[in-house]
């Protein structure tokens, strides 16, 4: 059941810190503060290549993981959606690595997308919340998110446990390749060991992220902004917004607003920022200056670090947990779950069973 909450997406929002806790602890030992992965029939120290592919949120969490095997690993991550992947025919390395993600294991277009990597001479391995699922009997390995049935349409807990198992693997590899240092793969570790009590303390954020919703429920248009691993972010924010508001959204990298999203802005069409401090902040506020120019209206997601340099640029402003930059997309990530849930109530839409959605797509 519900558990006393209004929707499964309300109960499923709350189980994000026991979720990430038990996905977790599957991979990381918090004593050694080592990730040790389950024994893989391939070798990560020597594949060359990997092709991500996953579909809907789970490709976006994919496109996070991206930008972690890059920096951490510094290994050549590909990342297409299903539906494209399996109709492209891309030169694939001997010994590449295929890396599949999905909640359900039974996607058609990434099943489908498995089977041409195999074809291909790939190493498949998956990472899924069913291990009793078609993709988890046809994969090499599989890495299991522990998030437990979801039942909401929209994903919320398992694209965060995704998240998770994602950053283990970037670590993993990282050390197996010898591009990440024993001291920096401690601390990334220690991050992601601290998560679970920051994931709770964002869900306290709720009333800041009710007043944020009321601005949003009232437009017709909604642009997400981010860089760097906060695109993905505000991909399944915008996502999340249209699967259960009804409301357009767009996710647009922030260096790409003034190539032709730009155009678009004024005082009803909000933008929501996902901004954590780290590297590429400065750059992300300078583009929501170019847009609060132009007559935007600022809502924004950033950390204690960005909020006082957003106070004359957002309108609004969720502080969420300061953590690790490394980190940070898996806390961001349950804010525009959140922010979305709270415009679906005020919109008084069918949360859990969005109309012509379906939890698991079976059929290309
Ligand atoms: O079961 P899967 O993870 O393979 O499903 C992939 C997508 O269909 C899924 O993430 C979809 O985009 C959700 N409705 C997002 O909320």
């Not at 809907?56 to 890059?70: D, I, K, N, P």
């Not at 030169?91 to 999905?102: A, D, K, N, V, Y």
């Amino acid at each position: 059941g519900k558990d006393g909450y209004r929707h499964y997406m309300e109960k499923e929002l709350h189980e994000h810190p026991s979720v990430i806790g038990q996905t977790l602890r599957r991979m990381l030992d918090p004593a050694t503060r080592q990730v040790v992965l389950p024994e893989l029939p391939f070798d990560l120290a020597t594949i060359p290549r990997i092709t991500m592919t996953a579909c809907g949120s789970a490709y976006y969490a994919g496109l996070v993981g991206r930008h972690w095997l890059e920096s951490i690993a510094r290994l050549p991550t590909d990342a297409d959606v299903a539906s494209e992947l399996r109709y492209r025919e891309p030169p694939l390395p001997e010994g590449g690595l295929g890396l599949l993600i999905s909640q359900s294991g039974e996607t058609a277009d990434t099943l489908a997308a498995l089977r041409g990597l195999h074809g291909a001479g790939q190493h498949v391995l998956s990472v899924l919340n069913v291990p009793e699922s078609t993709m988890a009997r046809e994969s090499d390995a599989v890495l299991e998110t522990v998030a437990g049935p979801e039942i909401c349409v929209a994903s919320t807990k398992a694209f965060t446990a995704q998240l998770c198992v994602l950053a283990c693997l970037a670590i993993a590899t990282g050390t197996a390749r010898g591009t990440l240092g024993e001291e920096r793969a401690g601390a990334l570790t220690a991050a992601l060991t601290d998560l679970p009590g920051r994931a709770s303390e964002l869900l306290t954020l709720r009333e800041d992220i009710q007043a944020m919703a009321q601005v949003v429920a009232e437009a017709r248009d909604v642009l997400y902004l981010g860089r760097g691993a906060a695109f993905p972010i505000a991909l399944e924010g915008a996502l999340k917004l249209k699967e259960i508001s009804y409301i357009h959204a767009e996710a647009y990298a922030a260096g790409e607003m003034k190539h032709g999203p730009i155009a678009l802005i004024d005082r009803t069409v909000p933008v929501v920022a996902i901004a954590p401090g780290g590297r590429l902040f400065e750059k992300t506020a300078s583009n929501l200056q170019e847009a609060k120019a132009r007559g935007a209206r600022i809502l924004a997601f950033t950390d204690a670090d960005g909020a006082p340099k957003l106070l004359n640029i957002a309108e609004q402003i969720v502080v969420v947990p300061t953590v690790d930059p490394f980190v940070a997309p898996i806390l961001h990530a349950i804010a525009v779950q959140m922010l979305a849930y709270e415009v679906a109530l005020l919109k008084g839409t069918d949360v859990d069973q969005p109309r012509n959605l379906a939890k698991s797509v079976t059929v290309e």
